[in-house]
């Protein structure tokens, strides 16, 4: 339905809707790459594997090892 | 009848794009991050290598006589490159940057070196840590260390050259293989080691495996190092 609708929405002959929507596409791909997944990865559980330690006077005190 | 048929259609539409997203998160995190972070962690290699370089003092070959072995540097702050990691069982030309600090943000720049654990040839146990996978993955191959196997560490006074001894699969909480004697919490260390962790099996964090290296060599950094060094070790 969204999908359609968006079609219907585009201007232009076939071809012309078609680079559009390749161009939408492009888009969404370069926002999730630049700006949306480097926000994300951290939160994912997966990659909950890296840690600082607490500082405990001078010394620093681990929990777990990372990476 | 249409209500629902409408309703249905945007149902699927929005799981396609779910999918979609979620196909395109792999992809990014499998293949994207390593592309960015290998350009990105060999800028830094490049650029700490010049700043070597440029310190040496070779310009002057009357200078004052060096002390036997060249002082080991004092810890950098948080985030700061100040090594250069080699291993010839990786490569030939594998390199990489060791950083201060083993936060995902360091960790995503490069190998890190856990603060509070010695630095680059001094006696106790230099910590470091790096992805198996993702972010230029510089750990990846960790599993195919053999006893013998050199770990190259470069810093602005000295080449330290070490010699892997031994591994481990650990526990993530398994934290004594990072104190200053690995694995024997409150020992006194009377030895150089270098501790290298990493994520395993691949593709998961539920296991760390662990190599301990011991300080062979130690080599001044405007002499340099001996040739072969480096070279790729015999298949093992």
């Given at each position: 339905m969204l999908y359609a609708a968006l079609w219907r929405i585009l201007p232009g002959p076939r071809w012309v809707r078609a680079l559009l929507c390749l161009v939408l596409l492009a888009a969404v791909v370069a926002v999730c790459f630049l700006w949306l997944f480097p926000r994300v990865a951290p939160l994912m559980p997966f990659n909950d594997n890296t840690v600082e330690p607490h500082a405990i006077g001078h010394h620093a005190a681990y929990e777990r090892l990372v990476a | 009848m249409r209500a629902a048929r409408w309703s249905l259609g945007l149902v699927g539409d929005l799981c396609l794009t779910v999918g979609g997203l979620l196909l395109l998160f792999v992809v990014w995190q499998l293949w994207w991050t390593d592309v960015t972070a290998g350009r990105a962690q060999a800028a830094t290699v490049h650029e700490l290598s010049r700043d070597f370089a440029a310190s040496?003092?070779?310009?002057?070959?009357?200078s004052s006589p060096r002390p036997p072995t060249p002082a080991t540097l004092p810890e950098p702050s948080y985030g700061k490159a100040f090594a250069v990691l080699r291993v010839p069982r990786f490569g030939a030309d594998w390199v990489r940057p060791v950083i201060e600090g083993t936060g995902h943000d360091v960790l995503q720049r490069g190998v890190g070196h856990y603060r509070g654990t010695a630095m680059?040839?001094?006696?106790?146990n230099f910590a470091i840590a790096g992805h198996?996978?993702?972010?230029?993955?510089?750990?990846?191959?960790?599993?195919?260390l053999r006893t013998g196997d050199l770990v190259v560490v470069e810093t602005r006074s000295a080449y330290y050259v070490y010699s892997v001894r031994s591994h481990l699969v650990v526990d993530p909480?398994?934290?004594?293989?990072?104190?200053p004697v690995p694995n024997r919490p409150g020992a006194r260390p009377t030895s150089a080691w270098l501790t290298m962790t990493a994520c395993h099996?691949?593709?998961?964090?539920a296991h760390r495996y662990v190599v301990f290296a011991q300080l062979v060599h130690t080599y001044p950094h405007d002499a340099?190092?001996?040739?072969?060094?480096l070279a790729a070790p015999k298949a093992a």
């Amino acid at each position: 339905m969204l999908y359609a609708a968006l079609w219907r929405i585009l201007p232009g002959p076939r071809w012309v809707r078609a680079l559009l929507c390749l161009v939408l596409l492009a888009a969404v791909v370069a926002v999730c790459f630049l700006w949306l997944f480097p926000r994300v990865a951290p939160l994912m559980p997966f990659n909950d594997n890296t840690v600082e330690p607490h500082a405990i006077g001078h010394h620093a005190a681990y929990e777990r090892l990372v990476a | 009848m249409r209500a629902a048929r409408w309703s249905l259609g945007l149902v699927g539409d929005l799981c396609l794009t779910v999918g979609g997203l979620l196909l395109l998160f792999v992809v990014w995190q499998l293949w994207w991050t390593d592309v960015t972070a290998g350009r990105a962690q060999a800028a830094t290699v490049h650029e700490l290598s010049r700043d070597f370089a440029a310190s040496d003092p070779t310009s002057s070959p009357s200078s004052s006589p060096r002390p036997p072995t060249p002082a080991t540097l004092p810890e950098p702050s948080y985030g700061k490159a100040f090594a250069v990691l080699r291993v010839p069982r990786f490569g030939a030309d594998w390199v990489r940057p060791v950083i201060e600090g083993t936060g995902h943000d360091v960790l995503q720049r490069g190998v890190g070196h856990y603060r509070g654990t010695a630095m680059p040839g001094a006696v106790g146990n230099f910590a470091i840590a790096g992805h198996r996978t993702t972010w230029g993955r510089p750990f990846h191959d960790i599993d195919r260390l053999r006893t013998g196997d050199l770990v190259v560490v470069e810093t602005r006074s000295a080449y330290y050259v070490y010699s892997v001894r031994s591994h481990l699969v650990v526990d993530p909480t398994d934290v004594q293989v990072i104190t200053p004697v690995p694995n024997r919490p409150g020992a006194r260390p009377t030895s150089a080691w270098l501790t290298m962790t990493a994520c395993h099996p691949k593709y998961s964090a539920a296991h760390r495996y662990v190599v301990f290296a011991q300080l062979v060599h130690t080599y001044p950094h405007d002499a340099g190092l001996p040739k072969g060094t480096l070279a790729a070790p015999k298949a093992a």
